[in-house]
């Protein structure tokens, strides 16, 4: 039993001379004898060989099986063809009970299923009362699913099962990782005079196919490259950005992506599809470990956490921040924090004309308050144009702050490693970890929270460079590496899920305003509003 919860631009490699090195590295100087032999999607530094391939381990999806040959869809998963029972209980459900959901897959012919692997949810609502919560998945390995929910309030709820990816998906999504894992690729100009090159870059390149110039940054050991215009200096790199997406699927696979169908598709109920909850006499059980929080009267509401207030006037946020520097650190859903912030409170002055809208860098003060809020984007893989000048990762960036009291730090790291193995962003964690580290030793008060992953529409180019399968993956990941390290994790997986907006790369601003109220409330824990 398992608990789960374009093409390519023509590029002249012939005219490329030979390898050379780079002083222009991000915040630091690179190797002045490049290891290229390093170069690889699957290279963990030896600080992470111990406990890496361990915890990697630890979190593997169930086995799928192979596609049929010949490809048959009708043998694959349908989501018209699955259904949801519900386990009755003696004498009906009270408040602190739980909730067991049977689910059974089926393929196109209606035939049950008889393996694992499928990615399914669950979720228990009330609309009327802005209440709702995840349920804990539970894959038998054999076709069929539990799903588990804790009772929290009086009324009716609605059981929701959706199936977001058919195990055979999965299998595809699987191997495009395996054999492609430069499908996401990104591009750097290279300007001296009046010349100006583009060249291809990515985690790892291959040496044999063009000479590289080496931006492998010394402090973090995470690694870059880019292929060495011809007649022009690695070191007179310029910007970064977003280069293309390299697509290798069969039309038979392209099947396996049909939303609606076999994907981010709502199962049916063999009966019932919501229950009535009673109140509960005396004392309501605890909540066994589960779901990290839930929603009532559109709130949300942590579990066995500090009581969330909802900060809803400027006047009672700019208290909260009085005196505090905010750092926020990531990508686009972090950049959300900053502009919600920013259009909340009138009397922060911005220092943004000059920055790029994507990448920043961000400033944002209120002189008389003492309050400064920053966003930077992190380094790369990210897609979206960033000057190098600009670029940061984000463990050099920890390691600049003097930390303390009125110091609050948010880190978003996720997305941008979709597509690369496990490795590659397990490594760039780890990085953020030691750094976090850090910062806590030398200002034991810094207020460190670090944003999960969320869900997101699916259409058949998100399922193969975002699909919500990767984004669990690395969301696993990140709880592992942050578990038991003095930080707050907050759960956008969980508030986006719970939710009855639909999911979305970047959450609806209802539902930032949530989070901002978690951040908040973990910075000001005795002001409410």
Not at 58 to 71: A, H, Q, R
Not at 117 to 138: C, K, M, P, T
């Amino acid at each position: 039993m398992v608990n789960i919860y374009s093409s390519i631009p023509e590029f002249d490699f012939k005219t490329l001379p030979n390898l050379e090195t780079s002083s222009a590295s991000i915040r630091s100087t690179v190797r002045s004898e490049p290891d290229v032999q390093q170069c690889s999607y699957l290279y963990l530094s030896p600080k992470n060989t111990k406990e890496g391939p361990r915890l990697l381990d630890s979190i593997t999806w169930p086995d799928t099986t192979p596609l049929s040959k010949p490809f048959s869809l009708n043998l694959t998963t349908s989501g018209a063809k699955s259904s949801f029972t519900i386990v009755p209980r003696s004498g009906g459900w009270r408040v602190g009970d739980e909730l067991t959901v049977r689910i059974q897959l089926r393929d196109y012919n209606g035939n049950p299923k008889k393996s694992g692997g499928d990615f399914l949810i669950s979720r228990l609502h009330n609309r009327e009362l802005g209440a709702g919560v995840v349920g804990q998945v539970q894959d038998h390995l054999n076709g069929t699913f539990t799903a588990v929910f804790p009772l929290l309030w009086n009324g009716k709820a609605d059981i929701e099962v959706t199936l977001v990816q058919t195990s055979e998906s999965i299998t595809v999504l699987k191997r495009l990782t395996e054999e492609q894992p430069d499908r996401i690729f990104f591009s750097s100009d290279f300007r001296f005079g009046g010349v100006t090159k583009k060249s291809i870059c990515n985690v790892c390149l291959d040496p044999d196919r063009a000479p590289l110039c080496n931006f492998t940054d010394l402090n973090t050991g995470e690694q870059w490259f880019c292929y060495k215009p011809s007649g022009l200096d690695c070191n007179t790199r310029v910007s970064h950005t977003f280069g293309g997406f390299s697509q290798k699927i069969s039309k038979e696979e392209a099947t396996l992506f049909q939303k609606g169908s076999n994907m981010k598709v709502l199962l049916k109920a063999v009966e019932n599809s919501s229950i009535n909850i009673s109140p509960k006499p005396g004392e309501t059980k605890k909540v066994k470990p589960g779901p990290s929080g839930y929603y009532y009267g559109h709130q949300w509401r942590p579990i066995g956490g500090p009581t969330l207030h909802q900060l809803n006037d400027a006047a009672v946020i700019t208290a909260c921040l009085k005196g505090k520097q905010l750092y926020l650190f990531g990508d686009s859903t972090i950049r959300q924090f900053y502009q919600h912030i920013t259009k909340t409170l009138p009397n922060l002055l911005t220092f943004d004309k000059h920055s790029l809208p994507q990448s920043g860098p961000f400033l944002a003060v209120d002189h008389k308050k003492d309050i400064m809020v920053t966003y930077r984007c992190h380094g790369p893989p990210i897609r979206f144009g960033v000057p190098v000048s600009q670029m940061r990762y984000v463990a050099n960036e920890l390691d600049g702050l003097t930390g303390g009291p009125n110091t609050v730090v948010v880190i978003g790291v996720w997305s941008h490693f979709s597509t690369f193995p496990l490795e590659v962003y397990y490594q760039r964690l780890m990085t953020i970890h030691r750094a976090v580290q850090r910062l806590l030793n030398r200002a034991p008060g810094t207020k460190v929270i670090i944003r999960t992953a969320n869900m997101k529409d699916l259409t058949l180019y998100e399922s193969l460079t975002n699909s919500d399968w990767y984004s669990l993956q690395r969301d696993k990941v990140l709880r592992a590496v942050f578990k038991d390290s003095g930080v707050l994790l907050l759960d956008a997986w969980e508030m986006g899920q719970a939710h009855y907006l639909p999911h979305s790369l970047h959450p609806q601003p209802e539902i930032i305003k949530l989070m901002i109220d978690v951040v908040l409330s973990n910075t000001c824990p005795n002001k409410g509003g």
